[in-house]
Each structure stands twice: as structure tokens, then as C-alpha cells.
């Protein structure tokens, strides 16, 4: 059977990667191994977005 967990990791986008939040999700069924987000103002974009 198939790992459902995950975790996602928050990171202020510098170089640094400094970590601003993370959590660990005990169950997904989210179809991608990673995803890149972008959060401005209270809008949340993706990379092709930004």
C-alpha cells in the first residue's frame, strides 16, 4: 500500500529556505510527490502565476 501521509513546509522564499511553518498531514490522496506555491497578500498562486 502506498504512503498517504505528508508534510508541508512553509519557507519565506529566500535563499535561506528559513522554515515559517510545517505541519504533518497523517492522510492525502493529493496526486504530486511536491508542489511550489506562492502566497501574496491573502492570494495563493502558483509558480506559472507569479
Avoid at 11 to 22: F, K, M
Avoid at 25 to 37: A, E, K, M, R, S
Wanted: aromatic residues 8%; proline residues 4%.
Amino acid at each position: 500500500m502506498a504512503d498517504r501521509t505528508a508534510r508541508l513546509v512553509c519557507d519565506d522564499g529566500n535563499d535561506n529556505g528559513a522554515v515559517l511553518y510545517s505541519e504533518d498531514i497523517d492522510f492525502t490522496d493529493f496526486p504530486l510527490d511536491q508542489i511550489t506555491i506562492w502566497v501574496e497578500g491573502d492570494v495563493i498562486l502558483l509558480p506559472s502565476e507569479h
